[in-house]
């Protein structure tokens, strides 16, 4: 027996507890941040996008992907436009650092962890508190997103910090259990001054990403619905909490979005227009359950059990994206990107799940079948195969790398090749785009409003008509071969099989890839000059 700082008996087993929480926290933080290492090489093409648009704002030339052009809304994480460009205010404009962004987006994935191990502590001891952030990180995308350069894990860190706010303004405290117990709730008052907050991290989360707003109607969905579970003598509570949430969110987000109404025109990012309305419809949603299974059944187990706010909002979360992402396409979707933020929340259920059952199975002292459960998910998660391993995190970077290297090559092609007044089309507008700051038509729509609008949208001969009647100098075309003319992308096999392409554009240049199917043939308008 010891004695701690209040007074109160610690036992053998619990200062065991306190120990492995510190060793595992401290093995789970090595584990991940040698594999954020092994896959630093990687930064995804998309994020160089964000760069171009801070460099134009830098510029004063405003959000416009080419200058001179209409604002058009071709990014999909403002704050992170905002961020880039404050870097950038501190280098100079064409030289805006995405290591910045890249150190950011790691600082995430470890707040994700601390937070997801708060709101587990409205469930659980502080030892298995720590089982969400260890089964999360088994997701290949939590470490691989992470250091790509976009927003993906601060957006995810901002998703579990609206939650872990919402239930501390709902009373939800970290939970005290007695040596025979292994899950239990601590209730207070409601805190009008946690739902501000909320609201706060919600209208950060809609700067960050076009999903944010579903955030915060979430919060106020699960709010009623906890206000129904405690009854009218709540009434008089609930109201002074809706009113600092909706204070501190309501007029920043109607700002907002009569700002963009102003600027761009619309309300919904060209983004969002270009990558919605996929033929198939369910294939994220798809992919999240072949990645998930258990996990997303041992989430559904607690419920079953009891029902408040706490679980209600990991599940309403996950089911918000779940409707958003019917008909989104799945183009750099891969490792689950999408399904990040409410993945975080569903591993929070599922571990609490995972204990119960535990629990429920065995007889022992609660506290020895944490000790136990997290020992054994940190020395099996490796050798059962589901921890990516450093090797093939460094592997698959290195192969981006290259890729990413190729395309900044296509990018000083286009730069020497462009006159004044001459455009380009292109696909991978990423680091191509960045590196050659010239006027690019995207072929992928994501910063050409007309080809993410009817009449030009859901019809690719419509779409390659077009492009042909901007009559465009250069026009790279995306292939498979490196030998022949096998066009990625349904825009590009229609442009192909145009007879004005055919007898209008002469082939240059080809930019071959080493291996795979990322290669690129550039054509020339014949009537213009070959310099």
């Known amino acids: 027996m010891a004695a701690s700082a209040s007074g109160r008996v610690i036992d053998r087993v619990e200062l065991l507890s306190v120990l492995a929480l510190v060793g595992a926290a401290a093995w789970l933080g090595w584990r991940t941040l040698t594999r954020l290492g092994a896959a630093w090489a990687f930064v995804t093409d998309d994020a160089y996008i964000t760069l171009r648009y801070a460099r134009h704002l830098l510029a004063g030339e405003g959000l416009v992907w080419n200058v001179g052009d209409a604002p058009v809304e071709g990014y999909s994480n403002f704050l992170y436009v905002l961020i880039a460009a404050v870097v950038g205010a501190l280098e100079q404009v064409d030289q805006i650092d995405i290591v910045p962004l890249r150190l950011l987006g790691c600082a995430g994935l470890f707040m994700t962890g601390y937070l997801q191990w708060a709101i587990a502590r409205r469930f659980v001891r502080g030892l298995p508190a720590l089982l969400p952030f260890a089964i999360y990180t088994l997701t290949r995308g939590a470490l691989w997103w992470s250091v790509s350069g976009l927003e993906t894990s601060v957006y995810g860190a901002l998703a579990c910090a609206v939650v872990l706010a919402s239930l501390r303004g709902l009373g939800y405290g970290r939970v005290e259990l007695a040596a025979d117990e292994h899950i239990g709730v601590a209730r207070g008052p409601l805190a009008p001054r946690w739902f501000a907050l909320a609201g706060g991290l919600c209208v950060a989360a809609s700067l ?46 109607a700002i907002y979005f009569a700002w963009r109404w102003a600027y761009f025109g619309d309300l919904l990012p060209n983004t969002v227009r270009c990558k919605t309305g996929h033929a198939d419809r369910y294939q994220l949603l798809r992919d999240y359950w072949q990645a998930a299974p258990l996990g997303l059944v041992a989430a559904l187990i607690h419920p079953l059990r009891e029902l408040d706010a706490r679980v209600l909002l990991p599940i309403a979360v996950a089911g918000a994206y779940a409707l958003a992402l019917i008909g989104a396409d799945p183009i750099v979707a891969h490792d689950l990107r999408h399904f990040l933020a409410a993945h975080a929340l569903v591993c929070v259920l599922a571990s609490v799940a995972v204990v119960r059952i535990a629990n429920l199975i065995t007889a022992a002292d609660p506290r020895r079948v944490e000790l136990v459960l997290v020992a054994g998910l940190l020395l099996l998660a490796e050798p ?15 192969s981006y790398q290259a890729r990413s290297e190729l395309r900044a090559k296509l990018g000083r092609h286009l730069a020497r090749e462009l006159g004044p007044g001459e455009r380009a089309v292109l696909g991978d507008v990423g680091v191509a785009g960045w590196v050659a700051d010239r006027p690019i038509l995207d072929g992928f729509c994501l910063n050409e409003p007309a080809l993410a609008k009817p009449p030009l949208r859901g019809s690719s001969e419509a779409a390659a008509g077009w492009i042909l009647d901007q009559a465009p100098t250069l026009i790279v075309v995306h292939t498979r071969s490196k030998t022949s003319l096998d066009p990625r992308g349904a825009v590009y096999r229609a442009l192909v099989d145009d007879p004005r392409f055919v007898d209008g554009w002469r082939e240059q240049r080809r930019f071959n890839a080493a291996g795979g199917q990322f290669h690129y043939v550039v054509f020339r308008r014949a009537d213009a000059a070959d310099l």
């Open 208 to 253: 960050l990403r076009p999903e944010g707003p579903l955030l915060a109607l979430v919060v106020v969905a699960v709010a009623l619905g906890q206000r129904a579970l405690d009854g009218p003598s709540e009434a008089p509570a609930y109201r002074r909490a809706a009113s600092s949430f909706a204070l501190a969110c309501g007029p920043a987000l």
């Open 384 to 398: 059962l195969g589901e921890l990516p391993s450093r090797e093939d995190l460094r592997g698959r970077a290195a």
